[in-house]
């Protein structure tokens, strides 16, 4: 954890409901420039809803959600200046189907940030090719496979020039041969200095790449530490039992 | 397209009996001719008065389906009014009363074909809203998550995200709206439309032989639908086929 830097994301004593289902609970978590934070947990743990809060997918109701020094209130004018900070990508990659994959790229540039048909284009070329997909800008989602799909959805969010991406469980949805592929591309885009934070379940990503691990269960934190501390000696019972769980195959 | 000439046949089998008189509407004969081109005159209106009133009826459903899908109890209750009110009324009460009860209490006076395309619009516009409503909650939450988490805004999510997909999916049952106001465009006659239907009221008034000239009403609407299908159908392949 960079503990210098001033953080980036702020969560104070965040708690969400669903009905009478807590799903977090007085959560706390800062999250500094550049840093690559790995959320895990079991299933209901939270930590999906916790990502969706922080672009204001999901409305917190109490605690304070700060990003990059704005705070996220009710003001709808809040959410759109955080999710223009905010990238994400979806675990079912939420392609507009409709569209061409260049198209699926530029929509959000052209109407949002004011760029030309030209300069949005140029643009997507450019991140689809970092996404390692560049002869594919003319294809529909339905054309591609869900590694590929989950390449654009990545490229889409990097066409926004966001600072920090949230992830939600981008390789879940995937055929296991797929899933190198898409976290070849994140650990390119983690080695290039962008805010990250993932909720996923590959351990091997997360030790490779985190510089932080959250570990959740029923809406709280557990536990927080450097991949190094945390899969050799965890500190609580339930943060080993769920990584004996997961690493045994 | 089997069945519709084996009825067609049929119905020319029947007009050999001594019963009938084509002759009214015999192409061959002179006076036949007339009458058959002022039965098919009619065509220009029922084809104008149905696609005006689909357009607009079209726009008022989006306008009024909108409010329904509102997060807000408001908008909602706006939305049911409209949707339980308009399509309670029946549609020839409803040109009635636009076209004779209207001016006496607005002080408006529209003419027959505004008055016609005004209560099929507004009819049709509860159909529409319910189409409208039902195809755009059809498309998944992932959408609208997506297109917030690029900053799109509300309007141009419907507009570039929600409506183009939600548009795709209803086709078929916008298709069905439109045949449904052809055929319902008919009953604008009653207040003088010189449609389909009109003409061949008249018609059969001055020849009186009612039962040729409204087999050749029912034939009229039957080529004017299948035409509509066929083109609704091409249409709903072309836009699958721009997808694939």
Same mark, same amino acid.
């Given at each position: ?5 001033a953080?980036?994301?702020?969560? /104070?004593?965040?708690s ?8 977090l609970?007085?959560v706390?978590?800062n ?10 947990g ?8 916790l990502i /969706?809060?922080?672009?204001r997918? &999901? ?11 704005m ?6 004018? $809040? ?9 994400m ?14 198209q ?11 760029l030309?048909?030209a ?5 997507? #070329? ?25 390449r654009v ?14 992830f939600d469980?981008? *390789?879940?949805?995937?055929d ?10 994140? *650990?390119?885009?983690?080695a ?7 909720v996923?379940?590959e351990m ?25 501390? %945390?899969f *050799?000696?965890p500190?609580?019972?339930r943060?080993?039992t ?5 690493l045994?195959? | =397209?089997? /069945?519709?000439?084996?009825?067609? $046949? ?38 104008l008065?149905?696609? *005006? ?5 079209v726009?008022?459903? @989006?306008?009024?389906?909108?409010p329904?899908?509102?997060?807000k ?6 939305n ?8 309670? %009324? ?5 040109? @009635? ?8 209490? $607005? ?7 505004w008055?016609?395309?005004?209560? #099929? ?22 959408q ?5 988490? %690029? ?6 999510? =419907? ?9 795709? /999916? ?7 709206q439109? %045949?449904? =106001? ?5 009953l604008?006659?009653v207040i003088? =439309? ?11 008034? $001055? ?8 087999t ?18 091409r ?7 721009? &997808?694939?």
């Amino acid at each position: 954890m960079r503990d210098i830097d001033a953080p980036v994301i702020t969560l /104070r004593d965040v708690s969400k409901f669903f009905g009478d289902f807590q799903a977090l609970k007085s959560v706390n978590l800062n999250v500094a420039q550049g840093e690559r934070v790995v959320i895990c947990g079991p299933s209901g743990s939270g930590k999906s809803t916790l990502i /969706r809060c922080i672009n204001r997918l &999901e409305a917190h109701e109490s605690g304070q959600i700060t990003v990059n020094g704005m705070a996220l209130t009710d003001d709808p004018a $809040s959410h759109e200046q955080i999710r223009g900070a905010v990238g994400m990508v979806f675990q079912q990659f939420n392609l507009f189907p409709h569209l061409t994959v260049l198209q699926n790229l530029t929509l959000g540039p052209r109407r949002v940030l004011g760029l030309t048909q030209a300069e949005a284009d140029e643009r997507a #070329l450019t991140y689809l090719e970092r996404v390692r997909i560049p002869d594919q800008a003319d294809k529909f989602p339905r054309q591609l496979s869900g590694g590929q799909q989950q390449r654009v959805a990545i490229a889409r969010s990097l066409c926004m020039e966001s600072k920090i991406l949230l992830f939600d469980e981008p *390789t879940s949805a995937l055929d296991p041969e797929m899933i190198s592929e898409v976290l070849d591309v994140m *650990t390119e885009l983690a080695a290039s200095g962008m805010t990250m934070i993932v909720v996923t379940h590959e351990m091997g990503f997360a030790r490779k790449v985190a510089d932080t691990i959250v570990f959740m269960d029923q809406g709280e934190i557990i536990e927080v530490g450097t991949p190094d501390q %945390v899969f *050799t000696a965890p500190k609580s019972q339930r943060f080993a039992t769920f990584l004996k769980k997961i690493l045994q195959h | =397209m089997k /069945r519709f000439i084996i009825f067609a $046949s049929l119905l020319l089998l029947a007009g050999c009996s001594a019963n009938w008189g084509w002759y009214v509407v015999d192409p061959t004969t002179p006076k036949g001719l007339i009458n058959l081109k002022f039965m098919l005159s009619g065509m220009y209106y029922t084809i104008l008065l149905s696609v *005006t009133a689909i357009s607009i009826s079209v726009v008022v459903g @989006l306008l009024v389906a909108l409010p329904g899908l509102s997060e807000k109890k408001g908008w909602r209750r706006f939305n049911r009014a409209y949707v339980e009110i308009v399509r309670a %009324v029946p549609i020839l009460v409803l040109i @009635l009363w636009v076209y004779y009860g209207l001016p006496a209490m $607005s002080g408006i006076t529209l003419n027959v074909f505004w008055a016609g395309v005004l209560a #099929l619009a507004l009819s049709d516009s509860a159909f529409q809203a319910e189409i409208f409503r039902a195809g755009i909650q059809s498309i998944a939450r992932g959408q609208y998550e997506a297109a917030k988490s %690029v900053s799109l805004n509300y309007r141009d999510t =419907m507009r570039f995200v929600i409506l183009p997909q939600a548009i795709r /999916r209803i086709l078929p049952a916008l298709g069905n709206q439109l %045949v449904y =106001m052809l055929k319902m465009s008919s009953l604008v006659s009653v207040i003088g =439309m010189q449609e389909l239907t009109r003409k061949a009221n008249e018609l059969s008034v $001055s020849e009186y032989r009612p039962l040729e000239i409204y087999t050749v009403l029912v034939l009229e609407y039957l080529v004017l639908i299948l035409v509509v299908s066929a083109f609704v159908r091409r249409l709903e392949r072309k836009m699958q086929a721009a &997808e694939a």
